[in-house]
Every structure is written in structure tokens, then in C-alpha cells.
């Protein structure tokens, strides 16, 4: 059973000596708080209760998994403790205005948080997570009245909050919406409809559970213009703020699902439940996509968590289990068998999870200081600063959600590849993993919606490839400095200097085709998120491998022996998977003609 250990030097070597977090705090006008001392104590009592309290009850949970019973739903032995401490603790509120209650720092330290307490305990962080969504959404569309009827318990953690879009007809297509919002007269609405798929829409955790829902208003224009949010508590608020009266919105039940069982995904009835509209009458979907970008990067952190975990389970496996003699002649000669790690097959498997863990890690860091930043926008009233880092962010998010999830599931499933059949035997805990990562490609938008909106909305129609030759600009720029040094940092350095160009060219080849093939951006929109995956993450393998690099000529924090498995790592990564990056791109230069060439009828089956 993988036991959960922080990698806390990995975290302190990319705040401190990669991304000068620091520096980056220091800028910020919520950053003051966030010293040096102060982010250490942070990382290390949330590790503490990772490694204590959630990763103990990770296995537990899966075998247990939630009760239903008359509309109430019980958590697992152990998760209402859990989640008591983690309320006790502040963590809910670390990155939520004072005023409310919160700690009011920076949101990327939300994000590491929410790393090592999903890497423990996946199920566990969604009933927190969800309550984020919630939050956000009350905080930058409710009026004064509704921040302060609902913020205060929500930024403790007493009450949790959940993100209603789903119905049984539409979840990428929420233009299909029919859950229906009837004046009551009073200000209110009486809203009517089934929302399934709810994350922690019923549960034994909190008193209270708000629940943010899309419905349409009578006469709304049809499809995605006509939507509506409303603000539908579980229990109705009384005028002290304490909990009341039961509003008519009942799990009908939860499912039973493939992984992540701890985490009660609900049916929740609504008919004629009171809620309170939130934002303008016809423009929920935009108010809910506002946080889009910082809730699926969240979510782009569960490949890192499922790389991390699994290879956290698999490292101490492939030393102790023996099979056979290595290749190149006995390595553990008073032993029976050499050790699995000495198998070159068997290193792949475990450097490619340390290399999405490590690396997706890195890319996740970087794009928390850019959530800072637009944070930061919005505390000063800046427009241009929140849309300047938003747009920034929104390039970067298609890409962490997308890659970093199907990264994360492959190396989940390498991790019990390590095990061999062991791996698929439940006890050892790893096929959990790999059921609880998979998931993470479908929800918050699935790979294919967000190689749509890389490829269809943020390259093609809102930028017209501007934000890939910027990007690639950068790149490069970075890279050129390094890439007449000899050794292995050179290599690197002009490996990705090559596939950077690709990158520019082949976009506007796919530009030039888009506009005669419009099929072409579907039928291209994978391979175009892959490719452009594995160009980044290798951008930020070398960054890393340039610090190690000079950490080990001229000494830094860690030790050498720290310094010198970065660069191996990157070396790694650059010989063995970034190549697969060309792969991708040959496949996404292909038209869309033998994707589309066959008629509906002919997908016959036998
Ligand atoms: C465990 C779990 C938890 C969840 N939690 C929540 C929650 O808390 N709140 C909530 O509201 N929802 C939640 N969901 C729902 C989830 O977000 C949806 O399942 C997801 O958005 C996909 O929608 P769908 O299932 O309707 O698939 P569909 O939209 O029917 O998609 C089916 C397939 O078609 C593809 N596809 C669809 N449209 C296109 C297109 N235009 N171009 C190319 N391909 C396309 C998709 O990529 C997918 O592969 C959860 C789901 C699960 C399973």
C-alpha cells in the first residue's frame, strides 16, 4: 500500500531555487503574509496532515466507499474525522479574503495544498475542492448580502458548496440545459429539475451544503445565451446564519462508480427548491467560466498526484522484488535474483512517472504564480493586469488539464505495471490508483473538449496562432542561451529549439487547412494538445535541469546527489519522451479526410 510521503525537497527546490517564489510573493499585495517562514510552516503542517491523517484513510475509503440510505449519504469510517481536523486546521480558507474569515494568501499556495492533499487522498479533496468552485463563484458574482450569508462558513470549511451543471442529457453541452427557474415573487426562484454526477452533493461532512446550479429562467433564449445561477442551499439560512428549515433538494442517489469511491458523486432532485439568483438573469455560463482556468488546473493537479502516488508505490517495489539476472551481468550477486530496478524496462517505467510527476509538477507551480498574479488584478481593481494574466493562464490551461491528466493515468497504469500481476491485485493498493486517475481525463471537461479549445478557440478563432508564436518566442529564447553548451544541457537545448519551430509551422499549416476543412480541427485536436504537451513539459525540464545544473557546479540548498537526479531526469525525458511529441505531430498534419471518409452506416460491428 502506497504510504504517502510529501516531497517536500522537490516543492522547496522549484519555489525557491526554479521559480524565486520569494521574489514572486514579495510583488504581490497579498503577498506580504507569505514569508519564507511562513510558506515553509504551511507546507510542512499540510504534509503532516496529508501523510497522517488523509493517506491512511486513501485504501480504507476505496474498499468501503459511500453509503446511501433514504436520501443521506455516509462517508467513509474515518473521512468526517478527517475532514473536522482539516476545518480545525484553517486550511479552507487559505487562500479567501480576511474578511470572510480566510487567510487571504496567495492562491498558489491553494494549489500546493491541494497537490499533496489530493496525492494522499484524491476522494477526500474533492469534497474541499468542490466547495472552492462554490466560493469563487459567491465571491465574485453575489451581492452583499449573499457573501455574507454564505462566505463566512463556507471559507471555514463548516459548510461545503457544489457546482450543479450536469443533467442526464448534456454535460459537455450545457447549452441543453432544463432544470427550471420560477419567481416566487419575493426575490427568490423556485427551481425544478435533476442534476446528476454532483460531486459532493450529499454528505455527512458539513451542516450545510450550497449548491451553485444552472437553470433557465421562463422565456430564456434557448441554448447556452438563456442560462441562468442560482444559489440553492441544502438548508435554508435563518436570519443569525445559522442552518434552518430543509429546502426541497434531495440526493435520489449516488453512483457507483469505477475509482474515487470515497467521493459521493449524486443525483440530486430539485422541485421547486428556493434559490436566489447570482450574477445576471441569462448569463450564468459565462459568470461560471470565469474561474474556469484555476478549476481545471485544479484538476490538472490529479495527474500529478496520480504520477506521484503510483510512483511512489512502485519505487520501493521495484527495489525489493527480484526477477532474473540484469542485461549487462549479476548486480546483486549474493541474492537469488537482481533486483527489479536493474531491469532497463523496468527504469523506463519508473523515470516516466518521475519524469510527469517532477516536470507536471514544475508546470503547475508556474502557472499558480500566474493565478497569483490575476488575483492580484482583481485586488487592485486592474482590469488589464486580471485579463492580461487570465488570457495567459488560458493558454497554459487546456494543455495542464488535458496532458498532465492523460500523462497521469499512463503512468498510474505504470505503476502497476511495475508490480506485475501483483499490480492488479487489490491489496496492494495500486489499481486503486489507476481506477482514481481515471476519472481525471473526463471531468472538468474531457481531453477532447480541451483539445478543442486549445486548437478551435484559443489558437484558431481568438488568437489566430498569435498565442503559439509568442509562446514558442519564449521558448526558444530561453533555450538559445544554452544551446551551444556542451553536454547534455546543449542537446536539450536544441532538441527543443527544433520542436519549437515545428510547433509554429505546423499551426499555421493547420490554420491554412482549417479554413478549407473544418473537420480538420477536431480531427487534429488531440494529436495538437499531445504535441504541444510534451513541447512544454519538456521547456520545463530544461528549466529545471539548467538550475540543477548550476547547483551542482556552484552548490545550492539540496545535495548534489538531488541536483544530479534533475538532470538525469530531464535527460531522460528528452531522449525518450519528447520524441513521442513527433509522432503526434505527424498526425496531426493529416487531413481529415480518412478520419471522416466513412459513412455513419458503415461502422458496422463484425
Ligand atoms: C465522478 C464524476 C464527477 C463529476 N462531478 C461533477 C460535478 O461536480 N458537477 C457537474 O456539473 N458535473 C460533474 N460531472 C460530470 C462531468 O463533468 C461530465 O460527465 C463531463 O463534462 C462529460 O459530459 P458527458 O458525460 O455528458 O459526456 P458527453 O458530453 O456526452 O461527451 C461524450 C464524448 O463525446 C465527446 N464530445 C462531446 N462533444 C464533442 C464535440 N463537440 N467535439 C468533439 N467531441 C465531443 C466528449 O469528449 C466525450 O468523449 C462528474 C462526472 C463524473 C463521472
Known amino acids: 500500500m502506497p504510504q504517502y510521503k510529501a516531497p517536500l525537497r522537490d516543492v522547496k527546490f522549484l519555489l525557491n531555487e526554479v521559480f524565486d517564489y ?39 475509503g476505496d474498499l468501503e466507499g459511500c453509503h446511501f440510505e433514504n436520501g443521506n449519504v455516509t462517508t467513509p469510517k474515518g473521512f468526517k474525522e478527517a475532514y473536522a481536523e482539516y476545518v480545525a486546521g484553517g486550511w479552507q480558507g487559505l487562500s479567501h479574503p480576511t474578511e470572510y474569515g480566510g487567510q487571504g494568501l496567495p492562491m498558489s499556495l491553494n494549489l500546493m ?62 447549452g441543453q440545459v432544463k432544470t427550471k427557474a420560477e419567481p416566487v415573487g419575493d426575490g427568490s426562484y423556485k427551481i425544478t429539475g435533476t442534476k446528476i454526477f454532483i460531486s459532493a452533493g450529499e454528505h455527512d461532512l458539513s451542516e450545510n451544503i450550497i449548491h451553485i446550479v444552472l437553470a433557465r429562467l421562463p422565456d430564456a433564449p434557448k441554448g447556452t445565451r438563456g442560462i441562468s445561477l442560482f444559489i440553492v442551499p441544502k438548508f435554508m439560512v435563518n436570519a443569525d446564519g445559522s442552518a434552518g428549515t430543509r429546502n426541497p433538494v434531495v440526493c435520489g442517489s449516488i453512483e457507483h462508480k469505477m475509482g474515487i ?31 474556469m482556468n484555476t478549476a481545471r488546473i485544479g484538476t490538472a493537479v490529479q495527474g500529478v498526484a496520480h504520477a506521484e502516488l503510483s510512483y511512489q508505490g512502485a519505487l520501493p517495489y521495484a527495489k525489493e522484488r527480484r526477477s532474473m539476472r540484469a542485461l549487462s551481468g549479476k548486480k546483486d550477486a549474493d ?49 488589464a493586469k486580471y485579463e492580461d494574466y487570465d488570457n495567459q493562464l488560458g493558454f497554459y490551461t487546456p494543455i495542464l488539464k488535458g496532458f498532465l491528466t492523460e500523462m497521469g493515468l499512463e503512468s498510474a497504469n505504470l505503476g502497476m505495471q ?18 482514481d486517475a481515471r476519472i481525471s481525463t473526463l471531468y472538468e471537461g474531457t481531453t477532447g473538449i480541451q483539445a478543442l479549445d486549445l486548437l478551435g478557440r484559443k489558437v484558431l478563432l481568438q488568437t489566430r496562432g498569435k498565442c503559439i508564436k509568442e509562446f514558442t ?45 473544418r473537420d480538420t480541427v477536431s480531427s487534429s485536436s488531440y494529436d495538437f494538445l499531445m504535441f504541444s504537451g510534451f513541447v512544454m513539459l519538456g521547456y520545463f525540464w530544461l528549466q529545471q535541469a539548467v538550475v540543477a545544473s548550476e547547483k551542482l557546479a556552484k552548490g545550492g540548498k539540496e545535495t548534489p546527489e538531488f541536483y544530479k537526479s534533475k538532470v538525469q531526469t530531464a535527460e531522460f525525458y528528452f531522449e525518450r519522451m ?29
Open 22 to 60: 520569494p521574489a514572486h510573493y514579495a510583488s504581490l499585495s497579498n503577498g506580504g503574509e507569505a514569508t519564507p517562514d511562513m510558506v515553509d510552516a504551511i507546507l510542512e503542517g499540510c504534509a503532516t496532515f496529508c501523510e497522517e491523517i488523509l493517506s491512511p484513510i486513501n485504501h480504507s
Open 113 to 174: 495544498k491541494s497537490e499533496m492533499m489530493g496525492t494522499a487522498n484524491w476522494s477526500f479533496t474533492m469534497y474541499p475542492g468542490l466547495s472552492l468552485g462554490c466560493m469563487n463563484t459567491v465571491m465574485q458574482y453575489g451581492n452583499d448580502t449573499q457573501k455574507n450569508t454564505y462566505l463566512p462558513k463556507l471559507v471555514s470549511g463548516e459548510w461545503t458548496g457544489t457546482m450543479c451543471l450536469t443533467e442526464p442529457q448534456c454535460g459537455t453541452d450545457l
Open 261 to 291: 469511491r470515497a467521493s459521493a458523486t449524486a443525483v440530486l432532485n430539485f422541485d421547486e427548491a428556493i434559490g436566489y439568483l447570482i450574477a445576471e438573469p441569462n448569463k450564468g455560463l459565462e459568470a461560471m467560466f470565469t474561474f
Open 335 to 383: 541474492q537469488v535474483a537482481d533486483a527489479l530496478i536493474w531491469h532497463a524496462d523496468v527504469r523506463r517505467m519508473l523515470l516516466t512517472q518521475k519524469a510527469v510527476a517532477e516536470g507536471g509538477r514544475s508546470m503547475i507551480y508556474h502557472a499558480a504564480k500566474l493565478a497569483d498574479n490575476m488575483v492580484n488584478g482583481i485586488l487592485e481593481g486592474n482590469q
Open 418 to 435: 511495475v508490480f506485475g500481476g501483483h499490480g492488479y491485485i487489490k491489496e496492494h493498493g495500486m489499481e486503486q490508483i489507476a481506477r
Open 473 to 517: 518566442n519564449e521558448i526558444i529564447g530561453f533555450a538559445k542561451a544554452h544551446a551551444f553548451s556542451g553536454g547534455p544541457l546543449g542537446s536539450m537545448a536544441r532538441a527543443l529549439i527544433r520542436r519549437s519551430l515545428r510547433w509554429k509551422w505546423s499551426t499555421l499549416r493547420i490554420m491554412l487547412r482549417a479554413a478549407k476543412d
Open 578 to 606: 519528447l520524441p513521442r511529441a513527433d509522432g503526434h505531430r505527424k498526425a496531426m498534419l493529416a487531413t481529415s479526410a480518412s478520419t471522416m471518409a466513412m459513412d455513419n452506416e458503415h461502422f458496422v460491428m463484425g
